[in-house]
């Protein structure tokens, strides 16, 4: 598999790439020219009668075992009847002498031979190049192309203008080899790979760069768009022989100049160090910025920070929580968004953490709470009393004079208490667990809902939920992702839900993506229900529609 073509093999696909015509052109100017040339070195008798092999042999190389027999004919032919033994231009001329035809017929015979037998070789070494380089660009064990295909690209197949690069990684690619074996596994990246390119465009190219990855190139439209339609393609299980599989995956998303320039392997490299950072957070994806790896950049986003909540380059997007009983929005969480000038379009996951490790965090929450509340009454005007929930940092509820600001920006509003719930993390409760707890008591008392966000995440146990004086607890992501192919997490869910209503808490079921996951959380008795199934984050201006088609449901 790793064996180079050789010079002829090389030589070869040089003389493929020529249209057919082109070459038939070629052999029709060099006959005449080389019949000139015989003819006017002295005729037949003379070594330049040699030259015409040249034209045999490119005729087999490159147009084939018949076309070779062909051209060696006319050769002998044009050399023989045709040419003398002799012409004036010899020293010896006495006048024109012609071949016997035994020797010319002979010489026609051993032309086209020669042309038969070149083409019967360049055939063989044809079919033998196409099985090299199928082998050198196809995964062995899946027929997939691999990353050496990627040299078959060429700008023909590209549109101008800047492409999208993705990597996809199969987080969970060992259990399902530990469990059903390799070759259901090659199977399921047969599955994925048809799937890609049934839903994909013709301008989209394909590659299985490892045993769990695959990479991604197709023309850019935004990112927002292409990452949806990838998430799209990949929510849905893969039946193999009967079984359906929910492969876990880590997408990391790039931008390059050309699409052509996807047959260059560095091209992928930033798209990877996002699949490999999204798969380190337990997240779906990332969008790749090395400028905020960069410390002195991100010195320049928190300098720049404040100007962007005034000058409103951020801004919010709502996903809608659904009541599993009735399939009604019941809530809605706000999530906070940077279309940055410069850098474009900055997730949360990317600029937040820069953020709580100075003071901004409390502008940034107040920002938030501010426009979840605009956006309430809103909402409220136009009939609709549905509450908004905002994400609140272990930093905020250090932060003395929060509360205050809180009950004072809510009693402005006149929106009621209950219509803004504050979602807090498991391990932002813990880093201060007595003073965190008295915050969330006085919160609650002055008519507050909050939410223990992430929960099973890995830091409280079942028992420890009673210590949190909450009425409202999300199951973290990770158990809808298991929840089918693990019997562990279907337990693990059940406990949890039949305990939080044994202490009066309602529970929602945070990263639902498809139906069969949502009918095992009915079947639980979970209460809410939020994910990709019932809607992605939504735009402001989308909300009443939204809220319409919801009403006549």
């Known amino acids: 598999m790793g064996k180079n073509p050789s010079i002829i093999e090389r030589l070869l696909l040089k003389i493929d790439q020529l249209a057919k015509w082109k070459k038939i052109l070629m ?49 002998g032919i044009v050399l023989g009847p045709l040419m003398p033994l002799s012409t004036p231009f010899d020293a010896n001329f006495v006048g024109y002498v012609w071949q016997e035809p035994v020797f010319w017929i002979y010489r026609a015979l051993i032309f086209t031979a020669a042309g038969s037998a070149m083409g019967l070789f360049s055939t063989i070494l044809r079919k033998k190049i196409i099985m090299i380089t199928d082998m050198l660009s196809h995964n062995y064990e899946t027929g997939i192309p691999n990353i050496y295909s990627l040299s078959n690209f060429t700008d023909k197949d590209a549109r101008e203008g800047k492409a999208v690069v993705i990597a996809i990684l199969i987080n969970n690619f060992e259990n399902i080899i530990e469990r059903l074996g390799n070759d259901f596994y090659n199977r399921l990246l047969n599955k994925l790979y048809n799937l890609l390119i049934h839903k994909l465009d013709p301008q989209t190219t394909i590659v299985q760069a490892a045993n769990n990855k ?31 599989i929910y492969a876990e995956y880590a997408i990391g998303v790039d931008q390059i100049e050309m699409q052509s320039d996807c047959k260059v392997i560095d091209s992928y490299r930033h798209a990877d160090i996002a699949a490999k950072d999204a798969q380190r957070r337990n997240i779906t994806y990332m969008i790749y910025d090395d400028t905020l790896s960069d410390k002195k950049i991100g010195i320049e986003l928190l300098s720049t920070f404040l100007r962007a909540l005034e000058e409103n380059q951020t801004f919010l997007v709502f ?44 502008q940034l929450t107040d920002w938030v709470l501010k426009k979840a509340i605009d956006k309430e009454i809103e909402l409220q005007k136009d009939g609709y009393k549905i509450p908004i929930s905002i994400n609140v940092s272990a930093n905020n509820l250090s932060d003395p004079d929060f509360f205050t600001r809180v009950q004072s920006m809510i009693e402005l509003s006149h929106i009621g208490h209950q219509m803004i719930e504050f979602e807090v993390t498991e391990s932002a409760i813990i880093a ?93 008795g979970c209460d809410l229900g939020q994910g990709y199934y019932f809607a992605r984050p939504l735009k402001e201006k989308d909300l009443d529609a939204w809220l319409k088609r919801d009403k006549e449901k």
Request: a negative charge; hydrophobic letters at 45%; charged letters at 15%.
């Open 27 to 75: 052999i029709t100017i060099a006959m005449p020219a080389i019949y000139a040339l015989v003819f006017l070195t002295g005729g037949i008798t003379y070594s330049f009668s040699h030259t015409m092999y040249l034209v045999i042999i490119f005729a087999g190389m490159s147009l084939g075992t018949n076309w070779g027999a062909i051209i060696g004919a006319i050769g």
């Open 214 to 244: 695959f990479w991604i190139t197709r023309p850019f439209t935004s990112f927002e768009n292409d990452i949806n339609l990838i998430c799209e393609i990949l929510k849905h299980p893969l039946s193999v022989v009967g079984i359906p």
């Open 319 to 362: 996903q809608p929580i659904i009541d599993l009983k009735t399939l009604k929005t019941v809530a809605f969480e706000a999530l906070i968004r940077w279309n940055h000038p410069v850098h474009g379009l900055i997730m949360p996951d990317r600029f937040i953490p820069l953020v709580e490790e100075t003071n901004l965090i409390n």
């Open 432 to 524: 201060n667990l007595e003073d965190n707890q008295r915050w969330m008591k006085k919160m609650m008392s002055d008519g507050f809902t909050m939410s223990l966000d992430d929960f099973g995440k890995g830091y409280t146990s079942l028992a420890y939920l009673s210590q949190f004086d909450v009425k409202i607890i999300k199951l973290d992501q990770y158990f809808m992702r298991h929840i089918v192919a693990s019997e562990g997490v279907k337990t693990i869910v059940k406990s949890a839900i039949d305990l939080a209503h044994k202490l009066g808490c309602m529970v929602v079921a945070e990263g639902i993506e498809d139906e069969l996951v949502t009918a095992i959380c009915q079947g639980f």
